[in-house]
């Protein structure tokens, strides 16, 4: 009955840094792409010197140069000249700025990100003289690092999402019944916190007691099975308090629909590809449109799209997977940007890792260090940040084995300053949400009217 108690509220309401009283509205969204996606054939170096090396190297699972979609970046890059996979216009569009507008950019790129305990070089991986994540290489390891922030692993997983939210939860969304961490697919470990679970929707809206399906069908039965239990009285007053806690839940989840069911498909006449991942962008717009409703000023959204494991072949099912997810993302943002919501909402995309630069005969298998992307109004468009690695097999940035890179950027930068917009101040709230931070940035170095202070510098000045 666990999955039915995804209302488990925090009751520690520790001060953060947000007005008591006010009504500023914000959200994460968590994209992760599961399986480890080849973002090296997302982001490519364009110019003719490094996509030669980047040639060489990738043999067979290189796109082809012409075909890349030019990225014109902004001085505050790494001035460097990168190209998009032919099958993210839309992508490109918000990175070069909306409608050729170059002050709307709206996403940046982050290289070479990948999950670390503490900065590793090249020497001291091969001399194992620096702690390194536990399960390198390894999917369930890996996603689950990304969503956690705690490579080095904990007897008990929290992750940060989860964390944020036992400090943010009472303390910015007051007396909301409905969890600030919603995900759209399943259980997750990323939302878990220590007091706080994920309230878990679907395409569709919330999971309710609906009698649907038609007199004696299966689901039918079982809704009001469960319902004749949460209205029985109890002796015991343990069994009593289940029930009326479930019940509670169930009440909300009805709340929850109806408020969804009452929205439009469309958003000021921006249509939602009918795909899995476009319905899943659907409801995550339509729950973001809910939030005062919620009373949710604080909310994170956890989004998967699996199916990026691609060890058998690359070239033809990444391009399908890529001209899928696009569409999406692309109606996702002008959604927000038609409803005036541009500002408040910040997404990011995650994966495992990146692959291996060398081809296995037709696809290419687990490694590190890869390449993500933030996006939104708050975000100073247009960059390519962090440290792009050599493409060349057995460089400085390569662990081995087929051309595994090292990361530069660890994920605890990447989530520092996803937190400093969303609020959260404090060196000790940040510390319990990202017990390694300090070994890569010093919080108080942060300030808002200077990027450059920032742990990577996405975020636009004074955005938070």
């Given at each position: 009955m666990s999955t039915l108690l995804n209302l488990k509220m925090a009751n520690n309401?520790?001060?953060?840094?947000?007005p008591p009283d006010s009504e500023d509205r914000k959200t994460l969204v968590c994209l992760f792409l599961h399986g480890g996606i080849d973002s090296y054939n997302v982001l490519v170096p364009r110019d003719n010197t490094r996509y030669a090396e980047y040639l060489e190297t990738r043999t067979n699972l290189a796109l082809d140069q012409n075909s890349l979609l030019p990225l014109n970046q902004t001085p505050t890059g790494d001035g460097l000249d990168y190209g998009l996979h032919p099958a993210m216009s839309g992508l490109q569009e918000l990175f070069n700025g909306i409608n050729g507008n170059a002050s709307e950019r709206r996403l940046s790129f982050i290289s070479n990100i990948g999950t670390l305990i503490e900065p590793v070089t090249l020497t001291e991986y091969q001399n194992d003289s620096k702690p390194l994540p536990q399960g390198l290489f390894s999917h369930f390891d890996q996603a689950q690092q990304w969503q956690t922030s705690l490579?080095?692993?904990e007897i008990k997983l929290t992750g940060w999402a989860g964390r944020l939210a036992d400090i943010l939860h009472s303390q910015s969304n007051k007396n909301s019944q409905t969890s600030m961490s919603i995900s759209l697919a399943g259980n997750n470990i990323f939302q878990v916190g220590q007091t706080t679970n994920q309230f878990v929707m679907t395409q569709n809206g919330a999971l309710t007691l609906r009698e649907t399906g038609g007199t004696n069908h299966p689901t039918q039965l079982k809704n009001l099975a469960l319902k004749s239990l949460m209205e029985q009285e109890y002796a015991n007053l343990m069994e009593q308090a289940f029930a009326e806690i479930t019940s509670q839940s169930f009440e909300q989840q009805e709340f929850v629909q109806t408020e969804f069911d009452n929205l439009a498909d469309d958003f000021t006449g921006v249509t939602f590809p009918d795909s899995r991942i476009g319905r899943d962008m659907l409801a995550a717009m339509?729950?973001?449109?809910?939030r005062e409703k919620l009373g949710l000023r604080r909310q994170t959204i956890f989004i998967s799209r699996g199916g990026w494991d691609h060890h058998g072949e690359l070239i033809a099912p990444q391009n399908d997977m890529l001209a899928e997810l696009t569409p999406a993302l692309s109606a996702f943002q002008q959604a927000l940007e038609s409803?005036?919501?541009?500002?408040?909402v910040l997404t990011f995309s995650a994966s495992d890792f990146a692959r291996t630069?060398?081809?296995?005969?037709s696809g290419s298998d687990h490694a590190w260090g890869g390449n993500q992307f933030v996006m939104g109004g708050p975000v100073n468009g247009g960059q390519v940040l962090g440290q792009f690695p050599q493409l060349a097999l057995?460089?400085?940035d390569d662990v081995g084995r087929g051309g595994r890179i090292l990361p530069t950027t660890s994920v605890d930068s990447l989530v520092a300053e996803l937190l400093l917009w969303f609020g959260l101040s404090g060196a000790a709230n940040f510390e319990q949400v990202l017990p390694n931070l300090s070994n890569f940035y010093n919080i108080s170095n942060a300030?808002?009217?200077?990027?450059?202070?920032?742990?990577i510098g996405f975020l636009k000045p004074n955005s938070f």
């Open positions: 309401a520790v001060a953060a840094g947000l490579p080095q692993g339509k729950t973001i449109s809910l409803c005036n919501l541009q500002e408040t630069l060398r081809s296995n005969g057995d460089s400085s300030d808002a009217s200077d990027p450059t202070s920032l742990p």
